[in-house]
């Protein structure tokens, strides 16, 4: 099972990246799982025809009971992808992290794993925060490799390096280790030059490019991903290998 945590600094296209990406593995013949992790809870959009599933912090606040079935908090998507989104606390109150954890927990107590046994499960994680529940992905063992998104933009490439320091700090617990950076680009100044230059700075390597494109936008007011939309667009080739190589190195292992 490849088990990936997609983090970025909040606005970078985290969610757009990780849910092509999804679509690739489905597209590809692979059962997956994709959960979101961020108070806004609109990780899935994309994978359910712009149409929102509800989050578990909503239904454990709406309903003051755990639920008893995963299809309580869950939603089938696009290529038959599980689609969970964590949801956060009502604004102004709560931690949104907790409510990470305790979502986490709760998919447990389903045992969401051992009923669906998927083949991939992505995790995306708001980054500008890596402490706590954000945190979880990458210390508590449900993640083992991480994938940062980022621009060439500083403030991008700044989260970039704070979410790699952060899994260093967990290097010598087995937790989840950075597979590589994806480059999401925004058309700036040199961008992949800096990109690049910080990749071999932290030791780390490029292992996505995906360029800016009109169809990602164009398909998705449509609600989907660009692999719903046209599989054959060189966007959706990328996409699909992206996730060729992905699954490739962790068949090596």
Same mark, same amino acid.
């Given at each position: 099972?490849?088990?990936?945590? +997609?983090?970025?600094?909040?606005?970078?296209?985290?969610?757009?990246?990780?849910?092509?990406?999804? =679509?690739?593995?489905?597209?590809?013949?692979?059962?997956?799982?994709?959960?979101? /992790?961020?108070?806004?809870?609109? &990780?899935?959009?994309?994978?359910?025809?712009?149409?929102? #599933?509800? @989050?578990?912090?909503?239904?454990?606040?709406?309903?003051?009971?755990?639920?008893?079935?995963?299809?309580? +908090?869950?939603?089938?998507?696009?290529?038959? +992808?599980? /689609? +969970?989104?964590?949801?956060? @606390?009502? @604004?102004?109150?709560?931690?949104?992290?907790?409510? *990470?954890?305790?979502?986490? &927990?709760?998919?447990?107590?389903?045992?969401?794993?051992? %009923?669906?046994?998927?083949?991939?499960?992505?995790?995306?994680?708001?980054? !500008?925060?890596? /402490?706590?529940?954000?945190?979880?992905?990458? %210390?508590?063992?449900?993640?083992? $490799?991480?994938?940062?998104?980022?621009?060439?933009?500083?403030?991008?490439?700044?989260?970039?390096?704070? *979410?790699?320091?952060?899994? $260093?700090?967990?290097?010598?617990? &087995?937790?989840? =280790?950075? %597979?590589?950076?994806?480059?999401?680009?925004?058309? #700036?100044?040199?961008?992949?030059?800096?990109?690049?230059?910080?990749?071999?700075?932290?030791?780390?390597?490029?292992?996505?490019?995906?360029? %800016?494109?009109? !169809?990602?936008?164009?398909?998705?007011?449509?609600?989907?991903? #660009?692999?719903?939309?046209?599989? !054959?667009?060189?966007?959706?080739?990328?996409?699909?290998?992206?996730?060729?190589?992905?699954? $490739?190195?962790?068949?090596?292992?």
């Amino acid at each position: 099972m490849l088990k990936l945590a +997609i983090y970025g600094k909040g606005g970078i296209g985290k969610s757009t990246m990780t849910s092509n990406l999804a =679509a690739a593995f489905a597209y590809l013949g692979n059962r997956v799982i994709q959960i979101g /992790c961020d108070p806004k809870a609109d &990780s899935t959009f994309n994978l359910l025809g712009g149409k929102p #599933v509800e @989050p578990v912090m909503n239904y454990l606040r709406e309903h003051d009971e755990e639920p008893e079935r995963i299809e309580d +908090i869950s939603r089938i998507g696009y290529g038959g +992808i599980l /689609c +969970i989104e964590t949801g956060g @606390p009502t @604004p102004g109150l709560g931690c949104a992290g907790r409510g *990470i954890i305790a979502t986490f &927990s709760l998919l447990e107590d389903l045992g969401l794993f051992e %009923r669906y046994r998927p083949d991939v499960v992505l995790y995306d994680v708001l980054g !500008d925060v890596v /402490c706590g529940g954000f945190a979880a992905p990458i %210390r508590e063992g449900y993640a083992e $490799q991480v994938l940062i998104v980022t621009s060439g933009e500083k403030m991008a490439l700044y989260a970039a390096n704070n *979410i790699n320091t952060a899994v $260093q700090n967990f290097a010598d617990r &087995s937790y989840a =280790a950075v %597979r590589g950076i994806l480059l999401n680009r925004r058309n #700036v100044l040199e961008e992949e030059e800096k990109v690049r230059a910080f990749a071999g700075r932290a030791g780390l390597s490029v292992i996505g490019d995906i360029p %800016r494109s009109d !169809d990602i936008t164009r398909f998705e007011e449509e609600g989907k991903t #660009v692999i719903e939309g046209n599989p !054959d667009l060189p966007i959706s080739r990328t996409f699909l290998e992206l996730a060729q190589t992905l699954l $490739q190195d962790q068949g090596e292992k």
